[in-house]
Structure formats: C-alpha cells, structure tokens
C-alpha cells in the first residue's frame, strides 16, 4: 500500500473523518494558468498534449505547484474513449471537439468497439503512471471518464449541440441504436477506468455532462442505467487500498436520491442545487462533492470567501463533502481568485470538524 502524506480527499470521499473539507477543482490544470498555457504552446495543440504522456503529467502537476490542493486530477479529455473507436477526433481552434465520422447509420453503429486501453488509450494511462510517481505520495490522484451517455451525444452528434437533435432522433426512432451505443460504451469505459486505477488513479470519476438534458425517465433509462453498469464493473480496491468513485451529473439535480442509489461512494453536484437539502435527500448513504457556482471567481476576495463560507455552511458539520466547483474553472478566472478560494476552504472549513 502506497502511503498519501495527505490523504483527506479519500478519507471524505468514504465518509471518514476529517479534520477539514478536502478541495479540488474540475478543470484545474487548464488555460486559466499561464504555464499551463506555454506547455499547451510547447505540445503544438490541445490533442498533442493530451497524447504526450509527459507533457500530461506535467500540467497534471502544474495547478499542485501553485495552490495547496487536496487532490490531482490526470490530464486528459472525455474524448479520448470515441477517438479510439475510430471516430477521428479532432480540435478546431475556437470552435470544441468534432468528430469525423459520427454515428448516424445501423452499420456504423454495429462496427462499434470496446478499445483495448492498453494499446488505444495507453498515453493516458502512462500518463497516469508518471504523474502518479512525480505525486510521490503527496495528494492522491484521480483518473476520470466520461458517461456513456455524454459520449455518446458527441459520437452520434459529431461535436457539441445545443438541442441534441441527432441523438433525440435516434432515441425516439431508433432507440435499439442507441443502446448499442451506450452498451458498448460502458464496456469500454469500465475497461477506461480499470486500467487508469491499474496504472495508478486512486479516485476515479465519471463525467455526464449531458444527462441532465434528458426527459425524467430517460435519464433513468438512458444515462443512470449505464453509469450504474460502469459502477458494477469497477475495481474497488488496488494496491492494498480502497479505490472510491464519483458520479456527476451535470444537471442531475432531479435525480439525486437515484444517483445515490448507484453504487458510487459520491455524488458531484452542480451550483443550481443547495447543499445542505441534497445532504439530507441522500440520507448519508454516499459522500457529496460541489457545488460552487464557478462565476463566484469573477468575484473579487471579499465575495469569493464569502461564497465559500456560504456553501460549508450548507453542508453543515461533520465528514463527508469534498468542495469543489459545480463544473469546471472557466478559462477566464483569474489565477489569484483559486487561491483566495483554496485557503479560504481550508481555514473555514475547520469549524465544521
């Protein structure tokens, strides 16, 4: 068993004790941070340094250098699963991720693939590895993945969509199709998650960024349904240690009594949801992570401590809560406002412990 010199994250995850609120923020080693930026200018692009295990590594360390974090997070991207199946992912400046060749016929659909990680996706799990070891046992590390869900939207959209038309169209015409999709999906994201704890994560998290666009029950049927088949197949021990997991929804709010009831060990909430009313839904049952409104950065130091005070005070007292925004940080925060936001947790949060 590896010793963690600071190992609250995992302990709040598993709700234990702890003697303040662990913090980590989505989207923390990104464009907001100027060497995150000069290292992006060094890989050539975006995908570049998401396949160059030692530049990934390296900005999985860079936002550790500069605020006291309670975890990292490997650099990498929800696309990488799509692109291994052969989708050609691409990044055009200024405009997000497309897809070459989207989804849209039943042959298409039926030459889909569950990519060995080991060979498709192994500059993240390398990744992985190095950042794990340059860590050397000082915060633990997190490996992360899509839903099968939010993957799909892009594989059958070809990019981002505001009204997810494609992939509506196939749930009410052809909803065969999509849960091929998505079955596939959860197969390669289990086998995704496996091989990053193998490679050393040790915390892992499934983003569904899109599930909340759904109709009630279809989320149920469509996004739940298989992230709680990505939770069946998960290890939940490495190395000698528990491994846990979390499960975000993007707009989840309606479902949060459900999403407990998963299998995950916790739930991230996004900002729309108050704290305090989503500890009592869940019932203790998993841990809560969130939800800052990740505008409250714009904010100058007076707001920033003052939007954190209010979120621990909505969970109250006691373990159990991971702070963290309710999404990621936009690219525009100032890179002084995560500190004021780091140290502000850290030093409120200790009256709650």
């Known amino acids: 068993m590896t010793f963690l010199r600071n190992d609250i994250f995992i302990r709040a995850l598993l709700r234990q004790p702890t003697p303040r609120t662990p913090v980590w923020l989505m989207r923390q080693a990104g464009r907001y941070l100027p060497e995150y ?15 160059n295990p030692d530049l990934a590594a390296e900005v999985t360390l860079q936002p550790l250098a500069r605020y006291a974090l309670d975890a990292a997070i490997v650099f990498s991207d929800i696309l990488t699963i799509p692109d291994a199946m052969g989708l050609g992912l691409e990044f055009a400046e200024g405009e997000g991720p497309r897809l070459a060749r989207p989804l849209r016929e039943e042959r298409d659909v039926g030459h889909l693939f569950v990519p060995d990680p080991g060979e498709r996706l192994r500059y993240v799990t390398d990744a992985v590895s190095q950042a794990r070891r340059a860590l050397e ?25 505001s009204d997810f038309r494609q992939l509506k169209t196939m749930r009410y015409r052809r909803p ?74 993007k707009g989840g709010g309606p479902w ?36 800052l409104d990740p505008a409250a950065l714009f904010g100058d130091a007076e707001a920033i ?22 999404h990621g940080v936009s690219r525009f925060t100032p890179a002084e406002s995560v500190a004021e936001l780091v140290d502000s947790v850290h030093e409120l949060s200790l009256a709650y412990h």
């Open 37 to 51: 930026n000069v290292t992006r200018s060094r890989a050539g692009s975006f995908l570049a340094l998401c396949r």
């Open 305 to 326: 401590r003052g939007a954190v005070a209010a979120v621990l005070a909505q969970y109250g007292s006691g373990s159990g809560h991971v702070f963290n925004l309710g």
């Open 137 to 161: 046992g000082e915060v633990p590390l997190i490996g992360f993945a899509g839903s099968p869900f939010t993957l799909a939207c892009y594989m059958v959209e070809g990019g981002g969509s």
């Open 176 to 249: 065969d199709l999509l849960h091929r999709i998505l079955d596939v999906n959860a197969r390669a994201v289990t086998a995704y998650l496996n091989a990053q704890i193998e490679a050393g994560a040790q915390a892992v998290m499934i983003f569904d960024t899109w599930g909340g666009a759904l109709a009630h029950a279809d989320y149920l049927e469509f996004s739940l349904a298989y992230m709680r088949q990505v939770l069946s197949g998960l290890r939940r021990e490495h190395d000698g240690a528990r491994v846990p997991n979390i499960l975000f929804t």
């Open 256 to 291: 949060l009594e459900a999403m407990a009831g998963s299998g995950c060990d916790a739930v991230g909430i996004d900002w729309t949801v108050d704290l305090g009313t989503a500890r009592t839904r869940v019932g203790g049952r998993v841990a809560l992570q969130g939800n």
